[in-house]
């Protein structure tokens, strides 16, 4: 999906995929909100509000082999005594061709940029959608703090995230990443931000940190020297990430200073700006906080080859990275955030282990197999044999393969008499 947005920044086009960046909270609704000066003389800023909805999170209806969704967005903005200063309505319209498209499996949203001017300020700024057709109502909340970028010079715009950013001369090409949750630390990650100055020409640059609350530093770096030659420059740097960060909230904190050459003076602070950043837990981590149990639980959807290749990692964080590119090769929406073969396969392994424990895990059983390679039964049949020594069960699958188990021991462990397909592995299907 290609879209243009029009930019919280004058000279500036959003342009590229935006794909929805779930929050920790609320994963069916991305809010993100940015403040710039509007001129020179007025106080007030240009606010931009990023609604962001994902396909998943609307209903869409088939009309003329067009599928449709319809929804309704409201914002309310209120000052730090609670005074209403904004309240504004509209409606968004989407359509697809495909049906796997606007059920999500692509990735793809919804997005608009609603733009206000606000007085210098603290701000809650509320936004709830609701859909036409399920009735469903999603809303967030954000707050922000908006300076007087005419006296309270030098001054740091609000800083943008971006997954991408070109430069075309004095314009940006720029993708941004809407929210504060950063789910994949292996793509590139920018922060964009505007500098404002009371004279010019100045050479400036910023000293960053990606911090924790308790102190502790994700990662820092220092910004371009650039010689701003109007009132107002525009800068970006790169933010890099370990290659597993710990998860948490950190603050993204950017000090900007003089230069001189190559060095910065960092005797005097001329602005600070700041905002957060969140690293959720990995998608694998309840799985992978024993790893070596994970790897072994590959055996139904991996070859041997696979699982040793994976547990030949010479480090912990090896055999990690090789778990998570096995998982990301059968991920079957790659350009989402969410990996549903991962997460069916071991809701499967904790569904069996819940199911058909016997002498041992309910996944290492001939039942728990079989559940896990092939999913519930259509049918499921209990009958004993004429002697009464044994117990049977059969289980008819959906796809018409049968399956006979046999307990000779009266204690519940059915071993399985029918021998499994050749190669029969666990394939994830809608």
Do not use: C
């Amino acid at each position: 999906m290609k879209h243009l947005l029009r930019s919280f920044l004058a000279g500036i086009a959003l342009a590229g995929t935006v794909h929805a960046q779930p929050q920790l909270q609320n994963t069916a609704l991305l809010v993100d909100v940015a403040s710039t000066r509007v001129s020179m003389i007025d106080p007030r800023a240009r606010v931009d509000v990023f609604v962001v909805v994902p396909y998943e999170s609307i209903q869409f209806t088939e009309y003329d082999q067009i599928y449709a969704a319809k929804y309704d967005v409201r914002i309310a903005i209120r000052d730090s005594a609670g005074r209403r200063s904004v309240d504004t309505a509209y409606t968004r319209t989407a359509t697809e061709k495909d049906y796997a498209t606007a059920q999500g499996g692509t990735g793809n949203v919804d997005h608009s940029v609603p733009r206000f001017r606000l007085n210098p300020g603290t701000y809650k700024i509320e936004v709830n959608v609701r859909d036409q057709f399920s009735r469903k109502e999603l809303s967030q909340t954000r707050t922000i703090t908006i300076p007087d970028y005419t006296t309270s010079l030098p001054a740091i715009s609000s800083i943008l995230l971006l997954t991408d950013i070109e430069q075309r001369g004095e314009r940006y090409s720029i993708t941004p990443l809407i929210g504060d949750v950063v789910w994949n630390s292996d793509a590139s990650l920018f922060a964009f931000y505007e500098i404002y100055l009371e004279d010019s020409p100045e050479t400036v640059a910023v000293q960053w940190k990606l911090a924790a609350k308790d102190g502790r530093v994700l990662s820092s770096g220092t910004g371009p020297i650039q010689t701003i030659t109007g009132r107002t420059g525009r800068q970006f740097f790169k933010i890099s990430l370990p290659k597993h960060p710990m998860p948490g909230t950190y603050t993204l904190g950017v000090s900007l200073y003089e230069a001189t050459g190559k060095k910065l003076d960092t005797t005097a602070v001329l602005a600070k700006q700041q905002r957060t950043l969140t690293i959720p837990p990995s998608a694998f981590g309840s799985v992978v906080s024993d790893l070596s149990k994970a790897i072994r639980q590959l055996r139904y959807v991996a070859t041997q080859s696979d699982m040793d290749y994976i547990q030949e990692g010479t480090t912990e964080n090896d055999k990690q990275t090789r778990f998570e590119e096995f998982w990301k090769k059968l991920d079957p929406t790659s350009n989402t955030t969410r990996n549903e073969a991962f997460e069916d396969y071991y809701a499967r392994i904790e569904k069996a282990n819940s199911l058909y424990k016997s002498y041992t895990d309910g996944w290492l059983t001939d039942m728990g197999m079989v559940f896990i390679i092939y999913g519930e039964p259509a049918q499921a049949e209990r009958y004993g044999s004429s002697t009464g020594t044994s117990r049977y069960i059969r289980w008819t699958m959906a796809n018409g393969i049968q399956f006979n188990f046999e307990d000779t021991s009266g204690f519940g462990d059915f071993r399985l008499r029918t021998p499994l397909p050749a190669g029969a592995k666990y394939q994830y299907r809608r």
